[in-house]
Structures are given as C-alpha cells and as structure tokens.
C-alpha cells in the first residue's frame, strides 16, 4: 500500500512539478505557494475558445482543492464554490484561490448552502421524507449560480491530467455536451459521466438512491456515444483523504 502511495506521488510529482506527499497535504493544505502550481498547470491570463463554468459542491475538502482548481484554471473562464456547511479550513482554501482566480481573469463566486442535504444510498428517499434536501435539488441550485455558456461538474478531489484541456476543447467543438472518465487514487478505473454540458441544456433528477442527470432522456444514443473521451483524463483523490494506513 505504501509502495502505490509513493508511486502515485512521483508520478503527480512529474505530471505537474507539484508535492502531493501525505504530510504536505496534511501539514501545507492551507498555505500552499501557487506559483508552485503554474508552470505545471500551464496557467495564463489568456482568453479561452469556449465560456465554461466550473462548479464545486464543498463540504470539508481543503486537502487537494487547490491541486483541483489549479488543474482546471487554464481550461474554465469561472469558478463556483459552494460552501455546503464547509470547515474553516476549506473556507480559507476557498478565500485564497478566489483571490488567485481572479489574478489571471477567472471569474470565481462563493456561494453559501447551510441545510442539511440527503445521502446518496439505501436511505437517500427517507432523509428526504424527515426533511433532507434531495441531492438532484442540491445539485440544480449549485448549477444555477454559473453564468457561462458551458457548465463543468467538478469535485474537490478530482484532478485533471495534462491532456483534459486538450481532449475537452476538441470534443467541445463538435458537440453540446462531454463525458468522460478518470481513475481512483487506488486505481479503480471511473466510469463515463457527463461532466460538462451546454448550460440549462440537462437537469438533475430524483432517483431511487441517488441523483442522476436527465441525459439519457434529452440526447440521442449516438451523440452520447460521440461526446465520450475515451482517455481517462482525471484521478479521483477521494479515498486518498483517509490517513489511518499512512505512516
């Protein structure tokens, strides 16, 4: 486990010129330099060929925020947080990378979401029966603060490689919506989901356990199929966040 740990940290090391080690994340999370970022993420203040709205749903989720949105800034003309009852850490990460943003002419808004949102899983309809706001509620009100032409759903854990700017913007050109797919820290290989769609194009909706986007139901079978980048061009940090096998 500790060899997959070390192997992954060289490997984002030499993708991006970036410390990804456990005891940075732990110890540096809120005061990492972002110029450290820059040359790796290839950042300018440069005009981009499609508006896209990037969209964070936040809860407690400083660790890789920053390696998140710097992995995207070069491809997004704005930056949504929402703070979902967020920890003062995350919030402070927020506060800075919102100030970086704008420094290289990306818009970024901090909109605040205090009520208690349902789980996904067995019991995703009866939280919202005692009162919990359904997750595809949630997710459509996140949504509705992007102000571009496009609109990108992004986690606080998922990074994106070098080549997603790239395959993105081609896709972009030919189609209204892209799906694409990554791999887990861990390695499990992430199936396709539509991550960025022309906006008020999809919504999201209630289903048994979970939300889910209304895609199958607006688009026809081969645009989907069109729309896929087939090259996974994320790794999801998300189970990396759990320290108790760390040394």
Known sequence: MLLLLRLKNFILGRLYSINLSPKFIEDKAESIDLSQFE???????????????????????????????????????????????????????????????????????LVFFNKEVANQGLNYKKDIRNGK?????????????????????????????PQAKYEIEKKLKSNDFVQYRGISFFGRKMSYETYLYKNSMFKYVCGEYFERLNVNEVAKRKDIYRSRIHKRIYLHMKYYKIKYYLP
Do not use: Q, W
């Not at 009852?85 to 420094?103: C, F, G, H, P, Q």
């Open 133 to 161: 706001i359904s997750l595809s509620d949630y997710y459509n009100y996140c949504f509705s603060h992007a102000t571009s032409e496009y609109v990108m759903k992004v986690d606080g854990t998922m990074i994106m490689l």
């Open 39 to 109: 040359k790796g993420f290839c950042i300018k203040a440069i005009k981009k060929p499609f508006e896209i709205s990037a969209v964070y749903r936040l809860s407690d989720e400083s660790e890789f925020l920053t390696a998140s949105v710097m992995s995207i800034a070069s491809l997004v003309s704005e930056v949504i947080f929402v703070a979902n009852n967020s920890d003062e850490a995350t919030l402070r990460v927020i506060d800075k990378l919102m100030v970086y943003l704008k420094s290289v002419e990306v818009r970024a808004k």
